[in-house]
């Protein structure tokens, strides 16, 4: 995390207010030079077309007069060699010159027409490269200030990152060391398993509702009386069977009543 902020203030240093700004003048400087080279090589473009016309124009007018010199020339040989008089030598001597001085007339307007044109070529090159170095520049900057930008970007995402895993962790340690409270799972019997039977109620009496014991149960009750008053704290044999007896006497009489309800 102490990375991830030292590279996040190492971008935000790089790519500062003030250093944007500085960038984006420069941007704007070479921007305004660009639109204004670009507007002057169109301008300087615009009459190539007509200099080309012109440049072609005297290219043929130079091209007739240099036909006719050497025309005249040729002619001019074959009177010689058929004998023709010196008046037709002297004429077609005097044509030649002539002839000759048209050619001239008609190069030099050629060669004038040609330098205009390559002057005319050359400021619009000169404007063209004034315009692809301003843009360049531009390119250049533009790429600088987005890639300062870019970085910046990316190191508040690192520091983000890094935020969100350190408090993750935070959680999951805190998590880790607080003491859990458990709370008591109910308690829920097997299935199957045996519910303790309620305490049946004595039998109540038809005529009065009160309870009424039957004489086997009384009897079992005198005998105990009688081991209670002796105060005896360990009975006898006899007491013992006595009991006995007084129970099986109740069981009886409980099996007749089932058998025999009425």
Partial sequence: MQEALKNLEAANDAASREKIAEIDDDIAAFQEIYDMVVTEAAKRREPLPAMQANVDAAQAKYEEAHNRTSGLQAELNKAIDDGASNETIKQLRSEIMSA???????????????????????????????AEEAKAHIDEDVAKRDALLGDLEKAQAAYDDACKAYEEAKAAADKATSPEITQPAETTPPAGS?????????????????????????????????????????????????????????????????????
């Fill in 100 to 130: 000759e001085r048209r050619e001239k007339s008609c190069e030099d307007d050629l060669h004038h027409c040609q330098r205009r044109l390559e002057s005319q070529e050359r400021q619009v090159q000169y404007f063209e490269s004034e």
């Fill in 194 to 262: 045996a519910q303790p039977a309620e305490t049946a109620q004595p039998a109540s009496s038809p005529a009065t509702g009160k309870y009424a014991p039957s004489s086997s149960t009384k009897q079992a009750d005198t005998t105990a009386g009688k081991l209670a008053n002796t105060g005896d704290t360990a009975p006898s044999a006899i007491a013992l069977a006595g009991i006995a007896a007084a129970g099986l006497g109740i069981t009886a009489t409980a099996t007749r009543r089932i058998r025999n309800p009425k």
